[in-house]
């Protein structure tokens, strides 16, 4: 079956580091990703996404490429602030078998200090 | 525009009582999800309502989880024994259908079984 495969956590960085966390995904066919940003008490809010291989999401300075040769959708963002803690989730969803199922990674915690 | 409600935000009960979780998704959204996010875990869906209709429960524990959405608008999960193994965060999200548009996610009821 699907499933969604995040680098282990937590990750803890300075202000103005770079950053990486690294998903991996295995399902068949041509599944849309996507990253999901989790801050305390709140919801899950859409951070990106990418619906096709070669394709890169972008937003708040975040970006990840969708690569089909490595089945990887890898976060990066240059420079972190401390307002970017929070849990970091990569999911992917995969609309002719499963409907709009999502089916998320793990979750990766991110801790920022100033 | 108000976002996906959940109620109540936190509960406590003792195993083998029941419990229910009321959501009200966002407004002219016709699909309807409910998620459980183990600790530590990303969520995993537990049912999917297109309209009134369940369409996708093949991962709801039918023996003591029931879920309805009554004309089509908000929702109730109820589970009726609740076990130890049940405490979690449940998630609530909508979508304008299930072509792949982004699901929105309310702030979830986190659960815990004495």
């Known amino acids: 079956g699907d499933s969604v495969t995040q680098m282990e956590g937590p990750v803890t960085l300075s202000e103005e580091a770079f950053l990486t966390i690294n998903c991996t995904y295995t399902?068949?066919?041509?599944?849309?990703l996507f990253w999901y940003v989790q801050y305390p008490g709140e919801g899950l809010q859409l951070l990106l996404k990418?619906?096709?291989?070669?394709d890169k999401g972008s937003n708040k300075g975040f970006e990840a490429t969708y690569r089909k040769e490595t089945t990887s959708f890898h976060l990066e963002k240059g420079s972190v602030q401390v307002s970017d803690s929070a849990v970091y989730f990569c999911?992917?969803?995969?609309?002719?078998?499963?409907?709009?199922?999502?089916?998320f990674g793990e979750g990766t915690q991110l801790t920022v200090n100033p | 525009e108000a976002g996906v409600v959940q109620s109540p935000r936190y509960k406590i009960i003792e195993k083998k009582q029941p419990v229910a979780f009321w959501c009200n998704p966002i407004?002219?959204?016709?699909?309807l999800y409910w998620y459980r996010q183990n600790l530590g875990q990303g969520p995993e869906l537990l049912i999917r309502?297109?309209?009134?209709?369940?369409?996708?429960d093949s991962q709801l524990p039918k023996d003591r989880f029931s879920a309805e959405r009554l004309k089509g608008v908000d929702s109730t999960l109820k589970i009726q024994p609740a076990e130890l193994g049940d405490s979690a965060v449940y998630l609530c999200?909508?979508?304008?259908?299930?072509?792949?548009?982004?699901?929105?996610f309310g702030p979830g009821t986190r659960l815990t079984v004495l």
């Open positions: 990418a619906t096709k291989a070669d």
């Open positions: 407004s002219g959204h016709n699909t």
């Open positions: 999911a992917l969803q995969r609309e002719e078998t499963s409907g709009s199922r999502l089916t």
């Open positions: 309502y297109e309209n009134e209709e369940a369409v996708d």
């Open positions: 999200a909508s979508s304008l259908d299930s072509g792949g548009n982004e699901q929105f």
């Open positions: 399902a068949t066919g041509y599944p849309s």
